[in-house]
């Protein structure tokens, strides 16, 4: 779920995992903030 309160799909095929239809390419690379994920496009926030 977004923060604005919209659902999102989230779906594993094999060793990939799609958010909303993109692949996360990279999986959790540290940094000194926090941790994050590189995807292959753009993840589009719905409209509110």
Known sequence: MT???KEVTVFRKGN??????VKI???DNV???G???TVN???VAPVL
């Open 41 to 43: 496009n753009w993840l």
């Open 3 to 5: 923060l604005g309160g």
């Open 16 to 21: 990939q995992v799609l958010i909303n239809g």
């Open 31 to 33: 940094a000194r903030n």
């Open 35 to 37: 941790v994050m994920h």
């Open 25 to 27: 390419t990279q999986a």
